[in-house]
């Protein structure tokens, strides 16, 4: 089959890790029989520096017309003092946007073979950790009204969360989905104790499963209880919906649990197949063109986009066993090395997986 990707490599480290993901998809065509044909376009600081927007016309058009898209990373130290609409970070909200990718799939896994390097207590993560955080992306107080103003007490600045139904009962269905195939226990993240978003948040994911998916168990876990559970015991938890902001803050703390930020994917989907792919870590400026970046996370996304996008679950799992045998052989990047391995770079990580494939 042939498949045309688009390569928004990004920032810092971006254009690094894009290419160890592009050479283990090329050892899949390879095996398997697919055609992947690539297509590079800018986003975030290298599109400012190129034509003065972090998301320029021609990057969406490029999107529009692949099967899927594979991202690096955006930003960097150089971009920081820019104006918001002409920061790096804008091109990654108005691509989600640009495309309808709705639903943010983040699963933090601890890799058995990389348990010591979770920062929690042994104890808590021996047997394995997966949280899967189903994270809202295109609406609440990221894309809600916001202003600035002067009044009596001075200069002030205000953002607003706003959720209507059907947002969250399309967020509900695919976190849903999601718990069928697996426990069948959903979570569901909120602060209805005070905002009234949350509020028709909770009625709404409540009344939407008894209504489509009676067989799931809902459990509601307020945002700040939440983000004390999951390092009190992260075990205890499969899949998670929550809204854009509260997606954002706990993804980041449950990836920080499996100690290996360099090595989670994610996906960002919306009704139709084409869905954009990319590891959850930055653009690591300051590792950026020196070949120490691990390069793993944005290999997993592009696993993610075969069996995601391509309906490629064989091919998906492929690779996620070239990834855990590149490990059980002890090869490790900078990020995860540990006494006794053996640590390489970026394109030498890559190249091993590549050959596992
Ligand atoms: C993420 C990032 C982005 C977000 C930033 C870079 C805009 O933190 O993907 O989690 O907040 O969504
Ligand atoms: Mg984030």
């Known amino acids: 089959m042939k498949f045309n990707i688009a390569v928004l490599d990004g ?52 999107c529009m017309a692949s099967d899927s898209v594979l991202l690096g990373a955006v930003g960097g130290y150089k971009w920081d003092d820019m104006p918001v609409d002409k920061r790096p970070e804008k091109g990654l909200l108005r691509i989600r946007k640009a495309l309808g990718l709705y639903s943010n799939i983040r699963p933090a896994k601890l890799w058995k073979a990389l348990a010591k390097a ?13 949280i899967i955080i189903v994270r809202e992306l295109t609406g609440g107080i990221y894309f809600g009204e916001r202003g600035r103003g002067t009044g009596n007490g001075g200069e002030y600045a205000w953002d607003t969360e706003k959720y209507s139904v059907a947002e969250i009962e399309r967020i509900t269905r695919i976190a849903c989905e999601l718990a069928t195939k697996r426990s069948g226990k959903l979570v569901s993240v909120d602060k209805a104790n005070v905002l009234e978003s949350s509020r028709l948040w ?44 509260f997606g954002d803050i706990l993804s980041d703390e449950a990836a920080q649990v499996t100690g290996s930020i360099g090595m989670l994917a994610s996906s960002s989907l919306g009704d139709g197949k084409r869905g954009l792919y990319e ?8 590792i950026a063109g020196q070949d120490r970046a691990n390069p793993v996370a944005t290999v997993l996304a592009a696993a993610m986009m075969l069996r995601d996008s391509f309906d490629l679950p064989r091919e998906y799992a492929a690779i996620e066993t070239a990834v855990q045998r590149t490990l059980d052989d ?11 391995k053996r640590e390489v770079g970026c394109k030498k990580m890559a190249a091993l997986i590549a050959e596992r494939v």
């Open 11 to 62: 920032d810092g480290i971006g254009p690094e890790i894009c290419a160890g993901a592009i050479e283990v998809l090329d050892a899949v065509g390879r095996k398997y029989g697919h055609d992947f044909i690539f297509k590079h376009y800018p986003i975030g600081g290298c599109a400012i520096d190129e034509c003065g927007d972090p998301l320029p016309e021609r990057t969406i058009e490029g």
């Open 118 to 130: 979770s920062p929690l207590k042994y104890e808590l993560v021996k047997d394995g950790v997966e």
């Open 202 to 245: 909770r009625r709404t994911v409540h009344e939407y499963c008894a209504r489509n998916y009676p067989q799931i168990t809902v459990e509601d876990v307020l945002v700040d209880n939440m983000a004390m559970q999951i390092v009190k015991n992260p075990a205890q938890f499969d899949v998670v919906v929550t809204s854009n902001i």
């Open 279 to 286: 590891p959850i870590h930055g653009s690591a400026p300051d």
């Open 330 to 340: 002890g090869w490790r990047t900078a990020d995860i090395m540990e006494e006794g």
